[in-house]
């Protein structure tokens, strides 16, 4: 479903989104201390939508990822997922938790609990679901990222492949509506790489809405409905991938890709 209009300056694209965007960003700005992270970002995802951010390393593109399940508190400007405004109050955050599944760079598994239980943990305590579904759940998680097997062991007996689906899956296993990958791929080995973005694929494919952060341009041009790039805590553009690799309309963006590139 790419959109006709991704070229457009980003005011329109906001006016022809559907009226309750999944995710919705109005104005985000967010600072450490005196450093402005993150400045008068605005973003609407819509449910099914697959957005690629990207943009030169310290740019925000974490941060803003971060701030919408809250690991970042923001300081100015909303966030809404499905219409409710996310805020940092404790049952709000525990429902935005269960609506948004983070998948992070460095796995973020609990070393001294076995896949299956890292897996079991969310839906049992936020999900309230029984022991036997919750495992249930896990192993059809785990078949659908091709790690079953694996169900028994620690973290530290798997590899950063293997680590990083069982991350994908126990984010999948709080049926979430959105999913987040802050650099998914960017610690695993080469070899590695393909089979996580293979996963991601397979999910995008499937109708997952999600908002991914990746240097990885050719998975980009394959998935994006959208690419967003980021640079120095704003969005400098928002595009299709076929018109933002061929065509890039800001010098930051020409910059970007010719470096990342190569041309
Ligand atoms: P990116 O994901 O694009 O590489 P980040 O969102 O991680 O960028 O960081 C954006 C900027 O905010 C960078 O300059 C980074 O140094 C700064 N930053 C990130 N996290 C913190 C923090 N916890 N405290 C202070 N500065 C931070």
């Known amino acids: 479903m790419r959109d006709r209009l991704s070229n457009a300056p980003q005011r329109c694209l906001a006016a022809k989104r559907p009226a309750t965007p999944l995710v919705e960003i109005?104005?985000?700005?967010?600072?450490?201390?005196?450093?402005?992270?993150?400045?008068?970002?605005?973003?609407?995802?819509?449910?099914?939508?697959?957005?690629?951010?990207?943009?030169?390393?310290?740019?925000?593109?974490?941060t803003m990822i971060r701030c919408i399940n809250q690991l970042e508190a923001h300081q100015a400007g909303t966030?809404?997922?499905?219409?409710?405004?996310?805020?940092?109050?404790?049952?709000?955050?525990?429902?935005?938790?269960?609506?948004?599944?983070?998948?992070?760079?460095s796995f973020n598994l609990f070393p001294h609990k076995t896949v299956i239980e890292n897996l079991t943990l969310g839906p049992v305590r936020s999900r309230r679901?029984?022991?036997?579904?919750?495992?249930?759940?896990?192993?059809?998680?785990?078949?659908?990222?091709?790690?079953s097997e694996q169900a028994d062991k620690y973290p530290a007996q798997l590899s950063g492949g293997q680590q990083q689906r069982v991350a994908i899956a126990r984010a999948l296993c709080m049926k979430p509506k959105i999913m987040l990958f802050d650099e998914p791929t960017s610690a695993?080995?080469?070899?590695?790489i393909a089979g996580i973005l293979d996963v991601i694929i397979e999910l995008a494919e499937g109708?997952?809405?999600?908002?991914?952060?990746?240097?990885?341009?050719?998975?980009?041009?394959?998935?994006?409905?959208?690419?967003?790039?980021?640079?120095?805590?704003?969005?400098?553009?928002?595009a299709a991938p076929e018109i933002f690799f061929n065509n890039p309309q800001t010098d930051r963006a020409k910059l970007f890709l010719s470096q990342l590139l190569g041309h």
């Open 188 to 192: 695993l080995d080469p070899e590695m």
């Open 207 to 238: 109708g997952m809405t999600m908002i991914c952060v990746t240097h990885e341009m050719g998975f980009a041009r394959k998935v994006a409905d959208r690419i967003v790039f980021m640079d120095a805590g704003e969005i400098v553009e928002v």
């Open 79 to 105: 966030i809404k997922i499905a219409g409710r405004e996310v805020t940092p109050k404790m049952k709000n955050l525990k429902d935005i938790r269960c609506d948004v599944g983070m998948v992070f760079q």
């Open 26 to 62: 109005t104005g985000l700005c967010k600072w450490y201390g005196e450093f402005n992270a993150l400045f008068n970002i605005n973003l609407s995802v819509s449910t099914g939508e697959k957005v690629v951010v990207c943009g030169p390393s310290g740019s925000g593109k974490s």
């Open 129 to 147: 679901l029984a022991n036997s579904d919750a495992t249930e759940l896990a192993m059809h998680y785990l078949r659908r990222v091709q790690i």
